[in-house]
């Protein structure tokens, strides 16, 4: 059988191999990792995480994927190198507490030789530099000749670590020499750049046996010696097609080929067009797959990560010459390489090229004028200076620019970036935003709560069968500390065997109810996760003491519980609306499930208009009057996906997931608590939709009896109102109808009879102006009048004036307002309105506009008007005087 040679048959190659060496092929997980340490998923070890440090038990003890990954370290030199890319595909073998180096190393060798087909003599072996073990697996158990293996330091990349606190270990490479023709030669290790693009590293063995607290701090081991391996498939596809670079590879060069296509550009032609081709290429792969995994852009976290690769490939296209989209193209060419491997990318593909052309667009309308502000600000600069934080800031903010972008540009032309200054500004920028923030601090486990879940394990949970079950307690916590008993008035987190309280996670609110033992009682406030499996009850205690090692009766409070479930069920049915009438690309971002109510966040392009509102809304109770059954099952993550279940990015889920099924229409991975049929959600009303970020909307919603009594104080309005019309409640709409049409008609009439009388008292108090030089000038006053009504009546006079200036002032409530306006001819030289009123404002105790046509003021010591009059006709003389 020939060796592999296409992307694909690499993929199947390596899955095969490990197969039929007793591992699982896991598929690739998301790019948002459910990892709180982490962005995105940027190695295939993310995933099984939680199995190296312990945390959780794996499900098998050897696994094989090919997981999706991004890393945007790399991103500023991706299009000048051969083979660095912020999006790849990583192929590992992984053994939790199994095999060791015994087994990797030779297993690794035998698969580059024997069936990638790569010959013994190009390749080159790495270890880190105290690794005698594998060194005596290389050289003695695989045979490969000691000069061919080289030890190194961590820096020079043989001991890999996340970058991250976390699991890290020693590491052995495998290189592949590609000759003279691509640098010196003397091996990988010490031979810097040059020895980069001669000697390529296809495949890293890490050995995963100790944790860190931060880069290369080993603080310990971990519980069992683990195997981690990684080789990148962009860079095998290069070494084994024979071509030069990760962009000629027939997982790669189609979607250049769509850029060249896209922007008139030929790659090999021009060394500044190669390198944006191979970044439209990188960055169009990178984009498809993170809109497909759900993420939207905006100015945060991943979202912004996307927002950047968007904004980056526009910006190189535009500077190609590209006048069309171009994003849509890129990922439409994407689909088309990897739709086979990845269906969910083929499926999404339209709601991908939607997000990225919106995002574009949006882009596009403000890229010009930005670089043009860009390009003028550098060709103001002194060679080797720094372009201004503040130009950068503004950039960003007005133009959308990332200041990364901002700082590319600016080096293309030799200049720096003011860093520090536009850390500056963001920091006051967000010090300004805190002011509308309200939250609280974060929940973090303490080592008492990992003292608890290492002795005893997870909690029982019993809550999906019943709601109320015997528990032993087994720890209390006060105030952080482990005590033996807590008593009446105490407030205290008790942390039983068994439980059927559901502890808050998924958006689903903890329940409460009661915790009683033979000696006391409590109300249990919330239950909470302060560790995954964990249940920790928040108690009030109400009587007598409760004691660690007594048996307990729990009792969830029924009624809040069932409103819950009902909210909870709704969120699911609402999803399944949105989706049918908004578009499959809506996914759930979030949500918070109440007794009674709920909030759902999910991703949406564009404001719900009221109509879809009331579709979406339709649908949901179409679905609940039908009352389909409710069940939930579980099954493997495999299973589900061939269902079609949805997951949420970001939620947590083991190999064996729970779905929850509403009829044939809705089934969601999901570990709530749910009804058993969808009539039991009583109706479902949506009350709100918002933005709360770039492309993610919220929706509120009432459920069950919240919502009824919600409905009936509408309906009890709807009634107030028509009986106050006089009028049946269906005719109440076009009642006010008529009677706002009645009102507008008033007020034009009242608006004509006001200019009426303010074009008699302008006439008149023109009549009475004074005589300065070769202009007049008024100042009168004129009580009761509002600003805008003052402002008006101000330019008549001023036009009938001619060369003049009108100085008027009005007190309502207590406070002043002072209107000065300058004749169009005299402003220009030395007569400003601001001027004018400065003092007078001063008196009033306040301050004046500074247009110096038409300047407005005023304070709250109307009782000065009279002073302010006679200061602004001062002013004004010696204005007019000097004119």
Same mark, same amino acid.
């Not at 073990?133 to 695989?142: K, N």
């Not at 990349?157 to 976390?166: A, D, K, L, S």
């Given at each position: ?10 993929? %199947? ?164 020499? !590609? ?135 526009? !910006? ?102 003011? %860093? ?56 209390? =916590? ?43 009682? @409590? ?50 049915? +609402? ?103 969808? @009539? ?109 009504? +003052? ?74 008007? @009279? ?5 602004? !006709? ?5 204005? =007019?005087?000097?004119?």
């Amino acid at each position: 059988m020939s060796p592999p040679r296409s992307g694909a048959e690499i993929r %199947r190659a390596f899955l095969d191999f490990f197969r039929r060496r007793e591992h699982t092929v896991v598929p690739s997980a998301p790019l948002i990792p459910v990892d709180p340490t982490l962005l995105l998923t940027n190695a295939g070890m993310v995933p099984f995480k939680p199995y190296f440090l312990g945390e959780q038990r794996p499900p098998y003890r050897r696994a094989v994927s090919v997981q999706k990954c991004l890393r945007t370290i790399d991103i500023d030199i991706v299009g000048t190198t051969s083979r660095h890319a912020t999006f790849f595909e990583m192929l590992g073998n992984f053994s939790f507490g199994d095999y060791f180096k015994e087994k990797a190393i030779p297993w690794a060798y035998e698969f580059v030789t024997a069936h990638l087909g790569l010959d013994p003599e190009t390749l080159w072996f790495t270890i880190f530099e105290d690794d005698d073990e594998a060194a005596a697996i290389w050289i003695d158990g695989v045979g490969v000749r000691p000069e061919r293996l080289q030890r190194g330091s961590a820096a020079q990349g043989t001991f890999w670590q996340m970058g991250v606190p976390g699991p890290c270990g020693p590491s052995s490479e495998i290189f592949v020499d !590609r000759g003279p023709a691509f640098g010196p030669g003397g091996g990988p290790i010490g031979g810097g750049e040059a020895a980069e693009h001669r000697y390529i590293e296809i495949w890293n063995l890490v050995f995963m046996q100790h944790i860190q607290d931060e880069p290369y701090h080993v603080v310990g081991d971990l519980p069992a010696r683990n195997i981690d391996t990684g080789m990148g498939l962009e860079r095998a596809a290069m070494v084994l097609q024979g071509v030069p670079t990760i962009f000629d590879t027939d997982l790669v060069r189609p979607v250049l080929a769509a850029a060249e296509g896209l922007t008139g550009a030929r790659f090999g032609v021009d060394d500044r067009a190669d390198v944006a081709l191979r970044l439209l290429a990188d960055h169009g792969r990178a984009l498809t797959f993170l809109i497909a995994d759900g993420v939207a852009p905006s100015n945060e976290g991943r979202g912004y990560v996307l927002r950047r690769l968007v904004r980056r490939a526009v !910006r190189h296209a535009w500077g190609l010459g590209a006048e069309g989209l171009v994003t849509p193209g890129l990922a439409a060419a994407t689909v088309e390489v990897m739709g086979e491997a990845y269906p969910a990318v083929a499926e999404a593909a339209a709601g991908i090229a939607e997000t990225a052309e919106r995002e574009e667009v949006r882009f596009r309308r403000t890229l010009e004028a930005g670089y043009a502000l860009l390009e003028r600000e550098l060709d103001g600069l002194a060679a080797g200076t720094e372009v201004p934080g503040a130009t950068a800031f503004r950039l960003h903010d007005t133009y959308g620019f990332p200041v990364e972008l901002t700082a590319e540009i600016a080096a293309e032309r030799g200049f720096g970036l003011d %860093r520090g200054g536009y850390d500056a500004e963001m920091q006051e920028q967000r010090r300004r935003a805190r002011a509308a923030w309200k939250g609280g601090p974060g929940e973090e486990a303490s080592p008492r709560h990992r003292g608890i879940l290492d002795r005893f394990g997870p909690t029982d949970f019993v809550g999906y069968e019943r709601l109320e079950a015997p528990g032993r307690i087994l720890r209390i =916590l006060r105030d952080g500390e482990a005590v033996e008993e807590t008593a009446a008035g105490d407030q205290a987190e008790i942390y039983l065997d068994r439980t059927p309280f559901y502890a808050e996670s998924g958006g689903q609110v903890g329940d409460s109810g009661t915790l009683d033992t033979p000696t006391g009682s @409590g109300r249990v406030a919330d239950t909470r996760f302060p560790l995954p499996g964990l249940h920790g009850h928040r108690v009030q205690v109400a009587s007598g003491v409760l004691r660690v090692g007594q048996d307990a009766v729990l009792r969830v409070d029924a009624d809040r519980r069932e409103r819950i479930r009902r909210s909870h069920t709704g969120t699911h049915v +609402l999803h399944w609306a949105l989706r049918e009438v908004l578009g499959p690309h809506v996914q759930q971002a979030g949500s918070l499930v109440e007794p009674g109510r709920f909030r759902f966040d999910f991703s949406h392009y564009a404001a719900v208009a009221a109509e879809e509102l009331g579709v979406v809304e339709a649908a949901a109770n179409e679905r609940v009057i039908e009352n389909a059954r409710v069940r939930a099952f579980e099954v493997s993550r495999r299973e589900a996906e061939e269902l079609g279940a949805l997951a949420f990015f970001g939620e947590k889920y083991g190999e064996e997931v729970r779905v929850v099924e509403a009829g044939a229409f809705s089934r969601e991975l999901c570990g709530g608590t749910h009804v058993d049929a969808t @009539g039991q959600i009583g109706p479902v009303v949506v009350v709100q939709e918002s933005s709360i970020g770039s492309n993610v909307r919220r929706v509120e919603a009432y459920t069950g009896s919240h919502a009824y009594r919600h409905l009936s104080d509408l309906r009890a309005e709807l009634l107030g109102v028509a009986q106050r019309l006089r009028v049946r409640p269906d005719g109440a709409e076009e009642a006010v109808g008529a009677l706002v049409a009645r009102n507008r008609d008033l007020e034009k009439r009242l608006e004509a009879y006001e200019a009426q009388t303010r074009t008699g008292l302008a006439a008149a108090l023109a009549e009475e102006a004074e005589s300065v030089g070769r202009a007049r000038l008024v100042v009168a006053a004129r009580p009761g009048l509002l600003p805008d009504e +003052l402002r008006a009546l101000a330019v008549q006079v001023r036009d009938r004036l001619g060369r003049g200036l009108v100085v008027l002032g009005a007190e309502r409530d207590g406070k002043a307002s002072l209107v000065a306006a300058v004749g169009r001819d005299l402003v220009g030289g030395r007569i400003s309105a601001a001027a004018v009123l400065g003092p007078a404002a001063r008196l009033l105790g306040g301050g004046s506009s500074r247009d110096p046509e038409l300047a407005q003021a005023g304070g709250p010591h109307g009782e000065r008007l @009279g002073e302010a009059l006679e200061a602004a !006709r001062r002013a004004g003389r010696e204005a =007019l005087e000097e004119a």
